[in-house]
């Protein structure tokens, strides 16, 4: 079928629609860095797992992350290619398969180094091995996202780690940002060598992890380009890796849902509509912020006198959860049942955490081309739901 990409018309059922001409434009814009820089960029899973588009992927990247034994099944089996692998805590009934799938395998302590490092070479005798290392410093302003917050599980400190490391550990793993500005990494580079330069020269490789967002409109291109050529000059044996997830998938697509209906309570409107944000919008509440709605202005502070005006909406979900519900929103007309809503950005993250809470029906996921014909990736049945039971 084809829609407006603007408005959606046409579009009657929820659905995650991804617009291949804004993934383009971001993959090019990430080749290009990696090219200037002579790093490795590799997608992560954990933000972005829409496999049947891995053949527009590979046409950019060759290798992706993984944090579990099925995402690294994914990069082997689907993208063609084995994962960078890392885990907080890889267990013995998962470990041979997840080295079988892996090139890199980071291990996030010593001791799980020590426990399985063994088995993971048997089952797979040219994965490289890493540690995970914190450096004691973020900037994640959100506790939930803060991977160095005291009492972290993330990570060895320097001052655990052996003055000659084991000799096949080949690199360090470093993840402390998110959705974070070049500045950002600067900052933290700085942090980064101060604690563990002392023993780069033992290392084949470091990934400085995800949160790169370097697909941002503001985002300093050209100062991330020059920190990483200037880490080449001080190491140039190290092979440098990033590994953003947003990045890829950032303002590349919409949520498109329905009005169901228009609810009132104490001078509060309420459009429910056909999608959850419990469900399918998560971080919208764990994190939480503020859904961009196409034509819709978000309404700062909550609930205040703006709610009685005739064309400003909280929206709704559709589960049984008390709190499934965001805002306040005023849109240029009033809404009425069959209206598309479109959220903003809603392919990087938003995919990979959904649920079926519920038995809520599931948002369909398409593929849009240039021309607006919707190719449908994944539709949902009762089947999907059932079997997770089963």
């Given amino acids: 079928m084809k829609v407006n990409l603007n408005t ?24 290009s860095v990696a090219k200037a820089a002579d790093v490795e960029i590799i997608l992560a ?16 990247i060759c290798s992706t992350t993984a944090s579990s034994l099925y995402e690294a099944r994914l990069a082997s089996e689907e993208f063609g290619s084995k994962a960078h692998t890392f885990s907080p805590a890889y267990t013995d009934y998962e470990i041979d398969d997840i080295a079988r799938c892996s090139s890199h395998l980071t291990f996030n302590s010593l001791s799980q180094y ?28 959100t506790a939930l996202y803060n991977p160095c917050a005291p009492g972290t599980r993330f990570g060895v400190t320097a001052d655990k780690l052996p003055d000659r490391l084991p000799d096949d550990i080949d690199g360090f793993h470093c993840h402390c940002h998110c959705e974070s500005g070049a500045d950002v990494f600067v900052r933290t580079l700085a942090h980064i060598k101060e ?38 000059r001080d190491y140039p044996h190290l092979n440098i890796i990033l590994e953003p997830g947003s990045a890829f998938a950032w303002q590349t697509g919409s949520l498109v849902s329905q009005v169901v209906d228009v609810v009132e309570d104490r001078g509060i409107k309420t459009a429910i509509l056909n999608v959850s944000f419990t469900c399918h919008m998560p971080d919208c509440l764990e994190m939480p912020y503020m859904p961009a709605v196409r034509g819709a202005e978000a309404i700062e502070g909550g609930c205040g006198a703006e709610a009685a005006e005739p064309c400003v909406y909280r929206l709704g979900g559709n589960s049984c959860l008390s709190g499934d519900f965001m805002g306040l929103w005023r849109f240029p007309a009033e809404l009425k049942i069959g209206d598309n809503v479109i959220f903003e950005d809603m392919l990087h993250y938003t995919t990979v955490k959904t649920n079926m809470f519920n038995g809520i029906t599931h948002p369909s996921i398409a593929l849009a081309h240039d021309d607006g014909t919707l190719e449908m990736l994944k539709v949902y049945a009762y089947e999907d739901y059932k ?3 089963d």
């Fill in 8 to 31: 959606f018309d046409g579009l009657a059922t929820p659905c995650y629609v991804l617009e291949e001409r804004r993934l383009r434009r971001n993959l090019e814009l990430i080749k």
């Fill in 45 to 60: 899973f954990k933000a972005y797992a829409l496999w049947k588009t891995f053949p527009i992927f590979r046409e950019y």
């Fill in 114 to 141: 020590a426990r399985l490092h063994d088995r993971a070479r048997l089952a797979n005798d040219s994965v490289s091995f890493g540690l995970r290392v914190n450096p004691e410093y973020s900037e994640v302003g």
């Fill in 195 to 232: 604690k563990f330069s002392k023993w780069f020269g033992q290392l084949k490789w470091i990934n400085f992890g995800g949160g790169h967002l370097m697909t941002r409109k503001d985002y300093d291109i050209p100062l991330l380009v020059k920190t990483l050529n200037d880490l080449h």
């Fill in 387 to 389: 079997n997770r039971m």
